[in-house]
């Protein structure tokens, strides 16, 4: 890769600028709810590359891969769970293709859905179903494996092992936190961002953060709370585009690309180096907050 490491890069002082939402997109074309997204990188590869593209062309240093439900778990809900690695290879030569080789790719590895604490699997079980994936996701050209949308500290440090323990790629894991009633920032498992932190690092990631769950105004509370624990490790943080109103049964995401925009210095202040969106954010979002970082 031309680009170098991501780390490198942010450590010699740049903010990078990541993707936004894939599913949001996915749905303004045909997927269907109910539709297995992973099963496009093979039956609607274009429209794949057309979402990756978009993002590249709004600005992003980087761009995720269609492969956030790409384990064998997830996928075993389509019965597709035999064609995960052939899956999660198409993610990532796809949104290699649009990346060129001048930007990264950082590849999506989602939660399984199994759950450790209830022994619905063994750690061996979820470990080895995220092996598969990061290699797939490396054979097709990862730059890094982007960990996300994590809940469970134990599935976490599994999959951070296996990316690492199986790949070249740099490890990337970021949790989802919700807001309690006293104001406290905890995942659905209870533990805070203080937590998850020391934890994640000791797993092996070499950059950590927060998506999903929050517009940007709640992730600069969280950000600055991992930076409290962390003063070295660089933080990515994809926000969703606030936090949904229910309308006629349809979640809306309200901010605006200015919106976010907007809050982009509050977030760097709070420590962000990698500054992307989650649920709700478009090419438009992005576009935005590459204007404001530049
Ligand atoms: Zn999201």
Known sequence: MSAGLIVDSVNSGKILVSDGAWGTLLYKKRLKPGDCPERWCVEHPDDVLDIARSYIDAGADMIKTNSFGGSRFK????GLADRAAELNEAAARISRQAAGEDKWVIASMGPTGKMLLLGDVTENEIYDAFKEQAMALARGGADAICIETMLALDEASQAIRAARENTN?????TFTFERTVKGEYRTMMGALPKDVVPAVIEAGAHIIGTNCGNGFERMIDIIRQMREVEPDKPILVHANAGLPKNVN?????PDTPDQMAALVPEL???GANIIGGCCGTTPAHIRAIRKAID
């Not at 996928?75 to 389509?78: A, E, N, P, S, W």
């Not at 790629?169 to 894991?173: A, Q, S």
């Not at 049964?249 to 995401?253: A, E, K, Q, R, T």
């Open 249 to 253: 049964g349809v979640d809306i995401f």
């Open 169 to 173: 790629c740099e490890v990337i894991c």
């Open 268 to 270: 760097i202040k709070a």
């Open 75 to 78: 996928l075993d809900h389509y």
